[in-house]
């Protein structure tokens, strides 16, 4: 693997938001855009790391795999929240970040970054835990690992 592509949000960061002086772990988008410019940087605060994921992660970098943050936001803000995670929690790991609009543009980035590394899809992985959008990994012949395989320790038996 030359190329590993990580998302955040329930991946890298187990989601965890203090909403009216609660935890929950989730929201509408409309909430979360109204949290995100209420916290701004802080928005990511009470959510952890996870530990699995980054030694993972690692294993891949110190076989020369690249690693990338590849998340989703909507948001300026957002992409601010996300970079102070990463750099409280995984500081110095990833080569870049990358933020995409919209879940679906995950896949096209990807392919777009392999051509320009010289590479092949089939050299990238995408670590995940959005379903929907590693089938779409499968089909254009980058592999996919949901999170819950690096939790479960993969799926050879």
């Keep these: 693997m030359q190329a590993m592509f990580i998302d955040v949000d329930g991946t890298l960061s187990s989601p965890c938001y203090k909403v009216n002086g609660k935890f929950q772990i ?11 410019s209420k916290y ?5 605060e009470w959510c952890r790391p996870v530990m699995q994921v980054k030694e ?12 990338y943050v590849l ?9 601010a ?11 110095g790991m990833f080569d870049d970040i990358y933020a995409v609009e919209h879940d679906d543009d ?8 392999a051509a320009e590394l010289g590479i092949e899809p089939s050299d990238c992985e995408l670590v995940e ?10 089909t254009e012949g980058i592999k996919s ?9 993969g799926c050879e038996r």
Excluded at 71 to 79: A, L, Y
Excluded at 81 to 91: E, G, Q, S, T
């Design 129 to 138: 835990d959005t379903y929907r959008i590693l089938l779409q990994t499968v």
């Design 40 to 44: 701004g940087e802080d928005t990511y």
């Design 145 to 153: 690992t949901h999170i819950t395989t690096i939790l479960t320790g």
């Design 56 to 67: 993972y992660a690692m294993k891949a970098k110190e076989k020369g795999t690249k690693l």
């Design 81 to 91: 929240a996300k970079r102070r995670f990463l750099d409280r929690y995984y500081a």
């Design 26 to 36: 989730g929201m509408s988008d409309v909430q979360w855009a109204d949290y995100c």
């Design 71 to 79: 998340t989703t936001s909507g948001t300026k803000i957002e992409t």
């Design 106 to 113: 995950k896949v096209r980035f990807i392919l777009k970054k």
